[in-house]
């Protein structure tokens, strides 16, 4: 069988000033998500399932729609506000949804294969999709999941800080902590710092990152369906709390219910989390075009 892409594409984009997701960046318009799904299609996945709010559906459809049929199947997964579905009987106000790893949930009726998760507006590169797309067809298993391990150094902005989910694996290259450092930046040429209540602390270069591609079997839904509900009745009063896929690796990790194998790539990760990002973003994909890596036009 083969595996399922789910792309995370319902967020606000709020410190980037618009839809990203359905910007383009390529020499012919093409959006960072295109160049993913391009890579999906390469390696192997059978479908493409997209996390979206429902008000955007028609839009986004619109976009993805007619480049996509004929090359890989395509679902849309909404994530909303409504936590009946889950159990809870209870409307909370919030200005956004619930996170990662609830949009995640939100696809627990529409995915019954093996599948990996990643952002919409990243740029992953094709060797994370391949090796991925291996671990998904010869070794996930319900208590074996994996992620996609980058060098830190490989996946920072010259604009200003990023949030990073800084990984600590053991000898069997499976992760043992994941730890959200919020301040991460280059400093002197180079080296790599986190800052935390105004201390600075160096990181090796070749630190390994969760950039959020992440790979599992539908076993994760009903393994993090109490986790959900026990965030919600624990947050309800913290509108900006998100439940995030990290929270739930940590937890299954830590309860023994699964293992996170880190796959290592020394792909060069890039987004746009900052709006000047977005030129360094068209010239990075400008020089994967024209050394061949990619067509021209990506679609034609």
């Known amino acids: 069988m083969k595996p399922t892409l789910?792309?995370?594409a319902a967020g606000m984009a709020s410190r980037y000033g618009s839809m990203k997701q359905v910007d383009g960046f390529g020499p012919n318009g093409e959006t960072i998500i295109d160049y993913s799904i391009y890579d999906a299609?390469?390696?192997?996945f059978g479908k493409?399932?997209?996390i979206i709010r429902e008000e955007f559906a028609e839009p986004f459809k619109a976009i993805f729609e007619p480049k996509l049929a004929g090359r890989i199947e395509t679902d849309y997964v909404y994530q909303s506000y409504d936590l009946k579905p889950f159990g809870i009987d209870k409307e909370i106000e919030r200005a956004k949804p619930w996170g990662t790893a609830h949009a995640v949930l939100a696809a627990r009726n529409q995915i019954n294969e093996p599948f990996c998760v990643i952002n919409a507006d990243d740029f992953y590169g094709y060797d994370s999709f391949e090796k991925m797309a291996k671990f998904l067809t010869t070794e996930v298993a319900d208590d074996k999941y994996s992620l996609i391990g980058y060098q830190i150094d490989k996946t920072l902005s010259d604009y200003g800080s990023v949030s990073r989910g800084v990984c600590k694996v053991d000898d069997n290259g499976n992760m043992v902590e994941i730890?959200?450092?919020?301040?991460?930046?280059f400093k002197d040429g180079g080296k790599v710092v986190y800052e935390e209540g105004g201390v600075e602390t160096p990181l090796s270069t070749d630190t390994r990152v969760s950039m959020n591609f992440w790979g599992f079997t539908p076993a994760v839904f009903k393994q993090s369906e109490q986790m959900f509900r026990d965030f919600v009745a624990a947050n309800e009063d913290k509108p900006k709390?998100?439940?995030?896929?990290?929270?739930?690796?940590?937890?299954?990790?830590?309860?023994n219910i699964a293992s996170f194998k880190v796959i290592p790539t020394a792909s060069k990760w890039f987004g746009v989390t900052y709006k000047e990002d977005k030129p360094i973003v068209q010239k990075c994909i400008s020089d994967l075009v024209n050394s061949g890596v990619y067509p021209e036009n990506l679609w034609a």
């Open 41 to 44: 299609i390469k390696a192997g």
């Open 6 to 8: 789910l792309i995370l």
């Open 241 to 255: 709390s998100e439940f995030f896929i990290p929270l739930v690796a940590d937890q299954l990790i830590k309860s």
């Open 48 to 50: 493409v399932s997209f």
């Open 179 to 185: 730890n959200e450092r919020t301040q991460v930046y």
